[in-house]
């Protein structure tokens, strides 16, 4: 099936899971790691597809 | 779903090996058992072409475990990081990120995914080729051998 084909449904289902895991990736920066990761120099974070800044 | 990854570039210059090997043990310290529960964390450190990197990886990505590569990079290397994801984020469409989306959530457990073939294949097919099913991007592959 093309992404052009996509039920609603299916396409909510792929940015909901999408948008669980960058919610992931921020808990586990917040868990301390931002902070950790600083420590050495200035970070930068990538989640490709899209930019990821989650450690600005 | 899709392999939970993440890549962050730590920039300092020049880079120091040695505070760069004292945070490797600082993030142990924080992603312990007691702090990650289950979680285990397997380490490599090793020396590449873009600079020093620390491979975390907490518990088993196949299942869903993250992976968190952590480079010790100068602001040259990070520029081209930072060209390649730019270009990529200034080609999404709805379509291409949908796209992007299906084939990882439907390729990430394929045995040979980061083997013989990464992210950056998926991206290049949906993007430069403008496939959008995962039908056509194995075929894809096939046309490259990447895959049999």
Do not use: N
């Not at chain 2, 939970?4 to 505070?19: N, Q, T």
């Amino acid at each position: 099936m093309r992404s052009d084909d996509l039920t609603t449904g299916q396409r909510e289902t792929l940015l909901h899971s999408e948008a669980a895991l960058r919610a992931e990736a921020d808990e586990l920066m917040a868990s301390g790691l931002r902070d950790v990761l600083a420590s050495y120099g200035t970070a930068r974070g990538w989640w490709l597809p899209d930019a990821f800044d989650g450690l600005a | 779903m899709a392999w939970r990854e993440m890549d962050v570039h730590l920039v300092r210059e020049p880079i120091d090996r040695s505070a760069f090997f004292a945070l490797g043990g600082r993030v142990a310290a924080l992603l312990s058992p007691a702090h990650a529960l289950s979680r285990r964390a397997a380490w490599r450190g090793l020396k590449s072409a873009r600079g020093l990197d620390w491979g975390i990886q907490l518990g088993e990505v196949h299942q869903g475990g993250w992976k968190i590569d952590v480079w010790a990079t100068g602001p040259r290397g990070l520029g081209r990081v930072q060209e390649y994801c730019d270009a990529i984020e200034k080609q999404l469409t709805e379509s291409s990120r949908l796209a992007i989306l299906k084939i990882k959530s439907e390729c990430w457990r394929h045995p040979e995914y980061r083997r013989a073939f990464s992210s950056a294949d998926i991206y290049s097919a949906v993007l430069d080729h403008r496939i959008r099913s995962v039908d056509e991007f194995w075929a894809h592959l096939r046309q490259k051998e990447i895959v049999s």
